[in-house]
């Protein structure tokens, strides 16, 4: 929950300054190399909501263009009056150009290009990159940066964490390739899950049991305890881990065709090493069509129905095992039933009224559950759990 609590923190304030590090982007892309080494060949990649003078994004896409095979290379920065924190001391790389303009940095947008050897050592790198002013801030919403977003192939970046949902689907309005990083909060967003559930996006290679680090403006105010894992890490400093970031695209990998090894709902009853499955087994909803399955190494493999299995879950999904055909929110309308006002009895023994299990997955129990939050409409006993993705076994045809 310290995860949660930090990114969400970050977004409440809109404090959108995190910055990725070389060594994620370089792991992540290696994967689709290893899958498919053509899958960036040829191909214009766009860097957008960018800092190019030192983004890392821009360092690793410059440094390996001739690796990678690509065509064209743009990166485009925000201005630094549209960004919350202002901060800024232009670069020695911009002061030192003939076109920089000390009224037009702190307003302008920037962008980097990179298609050529033009200072003729005979290779394409980082000390290619030409750059100018944009017309206007960077907004990936402007017109300007649309019309880049047409020409690119691929959308690579870290967006904004308060812009995701928009950012998504301004990329998928223009039908582009897009590799970018988000947290694994956004999987439930109306705007992401259709999405996520018609197989147009899927999680990258690096997923949620990864630790990803993060560089911050100087003197962010951030958890203690973060900032301990990212030096023990080996980054000191200004950084902070979220641990629940995680990297969304709709580019193919090969972990995304590894099928789970499951085994039947009898010998998952027998062998897990969950102990409250065990007591429990594979309970029914109450108001939705399916089984509960709390735990992703105890999906059965001889179930044909549909089953609610964590977020999580799609950290490991496989299209060729699986289909996804729902998730337990509200605004999904998946639901087969509404409750009136019930009653919560929380841990502590607090009694509160509430309409709290319209919000996700009910289970109706037989008895009052020990050391769990509860809930009663009348004389019958509820339990709510987390967040569901509900899926079925694909058919072999």
Same mark, same amino acid.
């Given at each position: ?15 959108? #300054? ?24 040829? @191909? ?26 690509? @065509? ?70 402007? @017109? ?28 998928? #309005? ?224």
């Amino acid at each position: 929950m310290a995860n949660n609590t930090n990114l969400g923190a970050a977004k409440a304030a809109k404090n959108d #300054e995190f910055y990725t590090q070389y060594a994620d982007i370089q792991k992540e892309v290696n994967a689709y190399l290893e899958y498919n080494p053509d899958t960036f060949r040829d @191909k214009t990649v766009l860097l957008p909501c960018d800092d190019p003078e030192w983004s890392n994004f821009t360092r690793f896409f410059a440094q390996n263009f001739e690796r990678l095979g690509l @065509k064209r290379l743009i990166s485009t920065s925000y201005a630094v009056e549209s960004k919350k924190y202002k901060d800024y001391q232009p670069t020695l790389f911009e002061t030192e150009s003939p076109w920089f303009d000390a009224d037009k940095t702190r307003i302008k947008g920037k962008i980097f290009e990179l298609t050529r050897d033009t200072n003729q050592n005979g290779r394409i790198d980082i000390d290619d990159l030409e750059w100018h002013y944009l017309e206007g801030d960077g907004d990936f919403r402007s @017109k300007e940066v649309c019309q880049l977003r047409d020409e690119a192939d691929i959308i690579v970046t870290n967006p904004p964490f308060s812009l995701f949902r928009e950012f998504v689907d301004w990329i998928m #309005e223009a039908e582009k390739g897009l590799l970018i990083i988000g947290n694994q909060n956004s999987i439930t967003y109306k705007e992401i899950f259709p999405f996520i559930m018609e197989n147009k996006l899927w999680l990258g290679v690096t997923g949620f049991s990864s630790d990803m680090v993060f560089g911050v403006p100087k003197g962010t105010d951030v958890d203690p305890k973060d900032k301990a894992k990212a030096a023990r890490l080996g980054y000191v400093g200004d950084f902070t881990r979220l641990g629940n970031s995680c990297w969304f695209t709709n580019l193919d990998h090969g972990r995304r065709h590894q099928p789970l090894q499951l085994m039947s709902m009898k010998d998952n009853l027998r062998y897990s090493r969950h102990k409250d499955f065990q007591a429990e087994g594979y309970l029914p909803y109450d108001n939705y069509d399916g089984i509960n399955v709390g735990y992703n190494d105890v999906i059965p493999n001889d179930y044909n129905g549909k089953m609610g299995v964590p977020i999580t879950f799609l950290d490991r999904y496989c299209p060729e095992q699986f289909e996804i055909v729902g998730i337990s929110k509200t605004w999904f309308g998946f639901a087969t039933k509404v409750y009136p006002e019930q009653l919560q009895h929380s841990k502590d023994g607090k009694v509160t009224r509430v309409t709290k299990l319209n919000d996700g997955p009910v289970i109706k129990l037989d008895t009052v559950p020990v050391g769990e939050t509860y809930y009663t409409i009348g004389e019958t006993l509820y339990k709510q759990e987390y967040a569901r993705i509900f899926i079925r076994k694909k058919q072999q045809s």
